[in-house]
């Protein structure tokens, strides 16, 4: 017999290219006369920054700016809330997080994703007996109650996620691009209002790195994320294990 047609049902998700950039200015006698090295120290930093700027959006709950950046993950999403402070409470609150993935069926290859401060707090639990509740854990990550744990910095305190990284969308990631000019005309400005297409910038706060023996140095890094459905992340907002960090 014929077999049966499968009727798919698909959602639209739309990534237009976005950017993430940072520069700064050095003077030519700094770098020369820096030790270590000003030019790589600056350079280095630029790309610290320019990766926490991608960590706090991507880690929050900030709505979508068009054509500028794009929503967080927890965007859109209810904080679950956390049944304790204990052992057993946190087990009933991975329960909670799962819950959502297993009504769609959806959970396999999740990853658990919090601040260091709270991995820490719950890998000082211990049991009854004065043992490790959670040996698989440390601030640096691990695994907790069978799934692999990231950390970072930029996760609020009290935020444990669950997510699907399948789940979530990325485009045009191709790392940190570094540029370093002397002849480039910069706009001395932490807002600056000019543009390729609307050369607004007034003169006055423009200033050539020829002219004022001075090196800019910038960083740009390419990228875009969306989620490809809510259920793709869930989250507590109120973690607070074994007296955690607020």
Known sequence: KGIPVSKPDFSTVSLTPLKVGA???LSNELIRDSSPSAEQLVRDALADASAQRIDTTFL????????????????GISALSSDGTDSESLRQDIKQLYAGFITARNAANLYLVMNPSLAKSIS??????????????????????????????????????????????????????VS???????????????????TTAASATLMSMFQTESTAIKVVRPI???????????????????????
Not at 60 to 68: N, P
Not at 126 to 149: H, I, M, S, W, Y
Not at 159 to 165: G, V, W
Request: proline content about 4%; glycine content about 12%.
């Open 180 to 198: 370093i000019s002397r002849e480039a005309m910069i706009e001395q400005d932490s807002a600056p209002q000019g543009a390729s297409d609307t």
């Open 124 to 177: 000082l639990m211990n049991n009854a007996l004065g043992q490790r509740e959670f040996p698989g854990l440390k601030a640096t990550g691990g695994e907790l109650e069978g799934d692999p744990v990231v950390t970072g910095d930029n996760v609020a305190v009290d935020d444990m996620i669950l997510l699907k990284p399948s789940d979530i969308y990325k485009i045009g990631d191709m790392g940190v691009e």
């Open 23 to 25: 520069l700064a200015v």
């Open 224 to 246: 875009n994320f969306a989620k490809r459905r809510d259920s793709a992340v869930a989250y507590i907002g109120d973690a607070l294990y074994a007296g955690g960090a607020t």
């Open 60 to 75: 929050s709950d900030a709505a979508v700016s068009a054509g500028v950046s794009p929503a967080g993950l927890l965007n």
